[in-house]
C-alpha cells in the first residue's frame, strides 16, 4: 500500500494507467453535509458549517478500488472553483491537477478499521473487507481550501508504476 498511500501525483491518472480496461467515477453521493469533526479541523471550517459531501468509487476494470470522499466548504464555492460543485462523473484529479493554481497540503495516512465511519461508508457494497488504507490531503485552489479523502479499497493491485 505504501506505493499508492505515498504518490504525489494524480491518482487519477495512475488508476487510468494501472486499469487494463476501463476508468470510471460511480458517484455514490454529493450534496450538502458536516463535515466529521476531523475534517472540519483540517479545513478551518467553524462548528456547524456545511459543504458540498461527495462521495464516489473509483472503478478500474468494472470493479471499485478506491473510495474517495471530498469536501468543498461553501467559502470555496466562489468564482472559478464554483465549478466543483458540478463535476458530475467527472474525476475531481483531472479538475486539480490540471489547474496552475492548485496548492497540495498535507497528507495524512492512516489504516480504518471496522466501525470507523468512513471504512463503513466505504465498504457497505463490499463483503469481508476487515481493514482499509487510507490517506486525506488538504488541497488549495485559488487559495481556497478542500479536503480529498482516499481509502484503497481491497481489490486494488498492490502497487503499480
Given at each position: 500500500?505504501?506505493?499508492?498511500?505515498?504518490?504525489?501525483?494524480?491518482?487519477?491518472?495512475?488508476?487510468?494507467?494501472?486499469?487494463?480496461?476501463?476508468?470510471?467515477?460511480?458517484?455514490?453521493?454529493?450534496?450538502?453535509?458536516?463535515?466529521?469533526?476531523?475534517?472540519?479541523r483540517l479545513?478551518?471550517?467553524?462548528?456547524?458549517?456545511?459543504?458540498?459531501v461527495r462521495?464516489?468509487?473509483?472503478?478500474?476494470?468494472?470493479?471499485?478500488?478506491?473510495?474517495?470522499?471530498?469536501?468543498?466548504?461553501?467559502?470555496?464555492?466562489?468564482?472559478?472553483?464554483?465549478?466543483?460543485?458540478?463535476?458530475?462523473?467527472?474525476?475531481?484529479?483531472?479538475?486539480?491537477?490540471?489547474?496552475?493554481?492548485?496548492?497540495?497540503?498535507?497528507?495524512?495516512?492512516?489504516?480504518?478499521?471496522?466501525?470507523?465511519?468512513?471504512?463503513?461508508?466505504?465498504?457497505?457494497?463490499?463483503?469481508?473487507?476487515?481493514?482499509?488504507?487510507?490517506?486525506?490531503?488538504?488541497?488549495?485552489?485559488?487559495?481556497?481550501?478542500?479536503?480529498?479523502?482516499?481509502?484503497?479499497?481491497?481489490?486494488?493491485?498492490?502497487?503499480?508504476?
Amino acid at each position: 500500500m505504501a506505493d499508492w498511500l505515498c504518490d504525489r501525483g494524480s491518482l487519477t491518472a495512475r488508476l487510468k494507467s494501472a486499469s487494463t480496461d476501463s476508468f470510471r467515477v460511480h458517484v455514490l453521493y454529493q450534496g450538502w453535509g458536516r463535515p466529521l469533526e476531523s475534517e472540519r479541523r483540517l479545513l478551518g471550517m467553524r462548528r456547524g458549517g456545511i459543504a458540498i459531501v461527495r462521495e464516489v468509487e473509483l472503478i478500474c476494470d468494472g470493479i471499485p478500488w478506491v473510495f474517495a470522499r471530498t469536501l468543498i466548504p461553501v467559502r470555496s464555492l466562489t468564482g472559478a472553483t464554483r465549478r466543483l460543485a458540478h463535476l458530475g462523473d467527472r474525476p475531481l484529479g483531472e479538475v486539480l491537477f490540471a489547474d496552475p493554481t492548485m496548492e497540495r497540503g498535507v497528507t495524512e495516512m492512516a489504516q480504518l478499521l471496522p466501525g470507523h465511519h468512513l471504512f463503513s461508508t466505504a465498504t457497505q457494497h463490499l463483503s469481508g473487507a476487515r481493514v482499509v488504507w487510507g490517506r486525506r490531503t488538504l488541497f488549495h485552489l485559488a487559495r481556497k481550501p478542500l479536503l480529498v479523502n482516499e481509502l484503497f479499497l481491497p481489490d486494488i493491485p498492490e502497487s503499480h508504476p
